[in-house]
């Protein structure tokens, strides 16, 4: 959830996004819940997880782990510089209506909060744990007296919505919500690594092997996208997630519209990453995904978006002739997979499945497979 606010360009800030539209909040019941644990630790706590991961699996443990506990696995994963990776996923049925998940009503009486993971324009995120399963979550808290301020009640109604239908492993969850006289909390996926965004910033740019990986990761995301009729219009580093094992997560939906028609007129999402389209005032498609794409690529290798400029009508000039300027070090195989995401045309664009079949992506996937094994 983004205010509707002018970006910014400074290369070190976060770039905020842009839209037209916004109004109420509606009052509903919060979908089923099922919240997973997942442990992953680094060398110097191994045994400590592996001791709770077995007696988690084998039914041994008589009450869920403490959250003191898993708070150390979290920090220790954090600041550990050769981890050693092993995994438990202990979940529910999502559907399942053994434990009344479906029926229940949450509150926040429901979790033990503990840390904050992050800051965003309305509120934070916080790590938190489900008091009858024990399973880790992030909540995320928004005040609504600044969501009424922003005008972004129907926006964030349209977000909780579309996120709360979507199950894929390269999506964020979200399981749920409830809300009190002054906030809204949103029950969340927690992504153990953080934000790509600080990743990137921290790297200045991805190798060419993680950058191709985390490409196939989103244009697989984005057709399961575009299969439910979701064009997301706001495809940026800032709105993604990664895993515990490091796999990428598209996380925020503040701007994505459901559409059978295919067809849209909104301008939406952030100056760098708008499409062509969507700068010139003319009807949109879910093609404006595949141009973020491009955009997010280029991001990922070079540091910076390929059409950034100090002021914002540079910019759009730039986006509108597709000015593009990729440097010497990018390799042949990438630039040709960004210029023909980069296409001012929309039909001329190469489309996911072709993305997904290209020779750098599938040598990116290849490299991500070597190392796993």
């Known amino acids: ?5 002018a970006p910014a360009l400074s290369r070190g800030c976060r770039r905020q996004s842009v839209c037209m539209r916004a109004s109420s909040l509606a009052r509903r019941s919060a979908p089923a819940v099922s919240l ?5 630790v680094s060398a110097r706590i191994l045994v400590l997880a592996q001791r709770l991961v077995c007696a988690l699996k ?13 708070h150390r696995l979290h920090s220790a994963l954090a600041s550990a510089a050769t981890p050693v990776w092993t995994t438990a996923a202990i979940a529910m049925p999502l559907q399942s209506d053994e434990h009344g998940f479906n029926e229940r009503t949450w509150s926040l009486a429901d979790f033990d909060v503990g840390k904050a993971l992050g800051k965003g324009k309305f509120g934070r995120v916080y790590l938190a744990r489900e008091k009858r399963s024990g399973y880790v979550v992030a909540l995320k808290v928004l005040l609504k007296s600044e969501l009424r301020q922003a005008k972004v009640e129907k926006q964030l109604r349209r977000e909780i919505e579309i996120q709360s239908h979507l199950r894929h492993e390269h999506i964020l969850r ?12 949103l029950i969340l996926e927690y992504a153990g690594r953080g934000e790509m965004y600080k990743v990137l910033k921290t790297k200045g740019h991805f190798e060419e092997a993680d950058a ?7 244009a697989k995301a984005l057709q399961y996208l575009h299969r439910k009729n979701v064009i997301h219009r706001d ?3 800032e709105n993604l997630l990664l895993g515990m094992r490091g796999e990428l997560k598209i996380a925020d939906f503040g701007w994505s519209v459901h559409a059978p028609s ?3 007129t909104t301008l939406c999402g952030t100056l760098d990453y708008l499409a062509p389209e969507m700068v010139e005032g003319r009807e949109h498609s879910n093609k404006v995904d595949l141009w973020s794409l491009g955009v997010l690529a280029y991001e990922f290798l070079v540091g910076v978006p390929p059409f950034e400029e100090a002021g914002h009508s540079a910019t759009y000039r730039r986006i509108a002739k597709v000015d593009l300027r990729i440097p010497h070090h990018v390799s042949d195989k990438a630039k040709d997979l960004i210029t023909r995401l980069l296409q001012h045309n929309p039909e001329s664009r190469i489309q996911l499945d072709e993305v997904l079949q290209h020779p750098w992506v599938q040598w990116g996937l290849k490299n991500a497979a070597a190392e796993e094994d």
């Open 262 to 264: 295919h067809r849209r």
């Open 58 to 70: 084998s039914g041994r443990a008589r009450r869920s782990p403490s959250f003191a506990h898993l």
């Open 212 to 218: 191709a990986k985390y490409i196939a990761q989103m």
């Open 36 to 40: 997973a644990l997942r442990g992953y």
């Open 235 to 237: 495809i940026k580093p």
């Open 174 to 185: 979200l399981y749920g919500y409830f809300y009190d006289e002054t906030r809204v909390y």
């Open 1 to 5: 959830m983004r205010a509707a606010s």
